[in-house]
């Protein structure tokens, strides 16, 4: 099925006045670095949370899942919600319980009580990242909401990369219970923002006074032309990037013998592009067009996995995971931009499912790579490259008349 874009609904343009500024989506969006930061520090600790709670390696594996399950679920809540109550409601909402959630992880006790709190973590941060995308609708006409949601990503991006990174070269000298509480007290810091900033960041807007339930939302959502498709292409880009990503660390460790330390630099240049050229991405897909830009974002994801799969040298390996980063961010805001056009009277929806398809697919992405590994790591690499070079030929196809 192919996109056409006078199948679209009218777009309403953001009055002049209400268009935000780069710091205020950059003040909106730092929620989210935090947020990904903290979904991303874990991982590296598992190994140490095992052996602190005497708990195999099997439970305490399902650290990760329950966050990502809790979050992905809920964001088809939240974003809707934000319609009908407002995005600075659901924002402040979703922060404090993240905050309290993050600081009550510091002092937990056992595997179990983790997994609890990562569960409730997960689905109280849930209506952040959905909400910005829907709250940068608002503020942005369609044509240059490429440029806004170029920084929301690269913030993205970064607390993934910082997070896997930073995150675990802290915790080696802070501890990991202080590494929840700075995050507790930086999403305290940025809420404070929010509040303070409030007139500025979130003007009145109308809200939607639609009783219908959820269901009928996301139905009417994705009986628009193309949506399907969409995010579709959604779940592929997050499970291609969630199943390579989870693995980069065994990658450095096998090939290169790196250590703890080594695996967090090597694996810092992920964000990099992201949160340096975010916004001049998001200007180029909004100037030359996402036909382009969302195809070409999934083929240099390809290549540069098949280009790993063949052991280059450390330092050529460094800049791939660089390239391997603005990939992601070639195709996330640019696919965010265009379910931003769904509905112009659910965007919490449209943004809702967004999140929702993402997410499950960066579940799925690290389940995929996990079975089929056996056949070896480099083998499993070459099978993700193939996947998304098969998938760009197919959004050339599918995107070419948005």
Known sequence: ??????????????????????????????????????????APLLPELASLFGSTVRQTSFIEPVYLLGYGVFTLVYAPLSDRYGRFKIIVYSLCLFIIFSACTAFVESTNQMILLRLLTGISAAGIAPTTISWISDRFPYAERGYALGIFFGCMAG????????????????????????????????????????????????????????????????????????????????????????????YFYNVYH?????????????????????????????????????PLGIVLGGVTVMLLSCIPSLSIACMLVAILSLSFDLTHPSLATIVTSFSKKNAGGSTGLFAFFLFMGYGFGSLLFSLLVSIGLVETLRIFGLIAITASFVANRFFRFV
């Open 1 to 42: 099925m192919i996109i056409q874009t006078k199948d679209l609904p009218a777009i309403t343009v953001s009055p002049s006045h209400n268009r935000a500024s780069k710091g205020e989506v950059v003040i909106v969006s730092l929620a989210t670095f935090i947020i990904f930061f903290q979904a991303f520090m874990v």
């Open 159 to 250: 607390g993934m990369a910082f997070g896997s990174s930073v995150g675990a070269l802290l915790a080696e000298f802070v501890g990991w219970e202080t590494l929840f509480l700075l995050v507790a007290f930086s999403g305290s810091i940025v809420l404070l923002l929010n509040v303070y900033y409030r007139r500025r960041l979130y003007p009145d807007m109308p809200k939607s006074s639609s009783q219908v339930s959820l269901l009928t939302i996301f139905r009417e959502i994705l009986s628009t032309p193309g949506a399907k498709g969409t995010y579709f292409f959604v779940f592929e880009n997050g499970l291609f990037h969630s199943g390579v990503f989870a693995w980069l660390g065994v």
């Open 258 to 294: 790196l250590n703890e330390r080594g695996i967090g630099l090597a694996l810092l240049g992920y964000g990099i592009p992201g949160l340096l050229l975010g916004p001049a991405l998001g200007r180029m897909a909004d100037r030359i067009g996402r036909k382009r830009i969302i």
